[in-house]
Every structure is written in structure tokens, then in C-alpha cells.
């Protein structure tokens, strides 16, 4: 069974600085896709990045990039000069062969003025 | 842009009632998606589906079914809700291939059994 562990239920950050969420995942396959949602307070799901397992080079979208270590099973999300509007639920998740996304309980993450 | 729309925002049923939660995609996804939404737990999928009436169990389909007669409709069915059933519900679609797309999301039904 694939599996999705996020260790942190809340961080918090000051706006403008650095914040990295973790998330680890277990899964035997070789091929696979790793991805980031973000959901703010009562709003839609969102895409926040995604990584192929394949690929070494690790993905970024404009302050979001992410640490994707294959050995550890690691894949971190790190969101530079956070902004007020990143306050949301983040969510990893994980897709494998037969194309089910899996996710992790999430980490609340509130960005102080 | 994708569209997933869930036919309720929020619902209130009794114990025991049939209820029927309805989502459409305007995409042509073949990958359609039933996931269950709790603090502290995260999105658990209850179902899914790759195909016109194909569906698969996920990892907590008991006390659901669903129903997918037409590409864009797929349908999660409590047979006889329970208290316990009360949670946020969250449809997505994504493309068959190529492999590995994002899945798009609904906005949710939050559904209060009583």
C-alpha cells in the first residue's frame, strides 16, 4: 500500500520569510508522481507543483519549489517570501501506477502579518 | 479552465436516508475521484473510477457506492447514512494519460447527517 505521512499538523511563518512543510510517502513502485495542493479557507483545491519521480531536478513555480530526495522517500515543499494569501491547507499527494491520487492529513500553514 | 462541479455546497440528511452527491467534469477526464475530507486525517479516497461504469474501491468505500453511466457524471451513493458519515466530500477528475496529471478539483459538499 502507498502511503503519505505529513508530520506537521501547523506551522506558522512571518510574512516575507521562508517556511518548508515536510512530507514523506512509501510506495515500491519505480515510477511514480509527487505533487503539492494548496486549500485556502473555504475555497477549492489547488495545483501548488508536481514532480516526476524520474526526474532529478527538483520542480519550482515562481517562490514554491520543492526538495525531492527519491532515496529518503522525501519531498518537502519550501515556499520562499511568503505572502498572506498562502495561508491555506497544504496537502501532498502521490500517484503511482494505477493513476489514484493518495494524499497525506495535510499542515495548516498561517502566514503572520 | 477545468471545470468540476458537485451539485450541493452543503447538505443535511437524517439517519438513514439514501443520499446521492453528484459531480460533473466539462473535461472529458476519464479519471474521476470520491475522497472524503476530516481534520487531522486528511483526504481519504473512497472511490474511484478510470472508465465509463469501471470503478474501483479505494481506501474506505464501505457504507458507499458510486455510479458512473456517463463520462462526465460520477455519483457517490450513501446506501443509508450514518452519523459518522457526516464530513466534507471532495470530487476531482484528471486525464487518463498522459500518466501522472494533476487532478482537478470540486468545491466540496459538506454534508451533516442528523
Known amino acids: 500500500a502507498q502511503t503519505v505521512t505529513q508530520s506537521q499538523p501547523e506551522m506558522s511563518v512571518q510574512e516575507a520569510e521562508t517556511v518548508t512543510l515536510s512530507c514523506t510517502y512509501d510506495?515500491?513502485?519505480?515510477?511514480?508522481?509527487l505533487f503539492w495542493y494548496k486549500q485556502p479557507p473555504s475555497r477549492q483545491m489547488i495545483l501548488v507543483i508536481r514532480?516526476?519521480?524520474?526526474?532529478?531536478q527538483n520542480a519550482t513555480e515562481n517562490r514554491f519549489s520543492v526538495n525531492f530526495q527519491k532515496a529518503a522517500k522525501s519531498f518537502s515543499l519550501k515556499i520562499s517570501d511568503s505572502q498572506l494569501g498562502d495561508t491555506a491547507m497544504y496537502f501532498c499527494?502521490?500517484?503511482?501506477?494505477?493513476?489514484?491520487?493518495?494524499f497525506g492529513a495535510g499542515t495548516r500553514l498561517t502566514v503572520k502579518p | 479552465d477545468v471545470k468540476v462541479t458537485q451539485s450541493s455546497r452543503y447538505l443535511v440528511k437524517r439517519t438513514g436516508e439514501k443520499v446521492f452527491l453528484e459531480c460533473v467534469q466539462d473535461?472529458?477526464?476519464?479519471?474521476m475521484f470520491w475522497y472524503r475530507q476530516d481534520p487531522g486525517l486528511g483526504l481519504r479516497l473512497i472511490y474511484f473510477?478510470?472508465?465509463?461504469?469501471?470503478?474501483e474501491k479505494g481506501d474506505i468505500p464501505e457504507g458507499y457506492s458510486v455510479s458512473r453511466e456517463k463520462k462526465e457524471r460520477f455519483s457517490l451513493i450513501l446506501e443509508s447514512a450514518s452519523t459518522n458519515q457526516t464530513s466534507m466530500y471532495l470530487c476531482a477528475s484528471s486525464p487518463g494519460s498522459p500518466r501522472g496529471t494533476e487532478a482537478f478539483f470540486g468545491q466540496g459538499t459538506r454534508l451533516t447527517v442528523v
Open positions: 473510477s478510470y472508465d465509463v461504469k469501471m470503478k
Open positions: 514532480q516526476e519521480a524520474y526526474k532529478q
Open positions: 499527494a502521490f500517484i503511482a501506477r494505477n493513476n489514484d491520487m493518495r
Open positions: 473535461m472529458d477526464h476519464e479519471n
Open positions: 510506495t515500491s513502485e519505480s515510477n511514480y508522481y
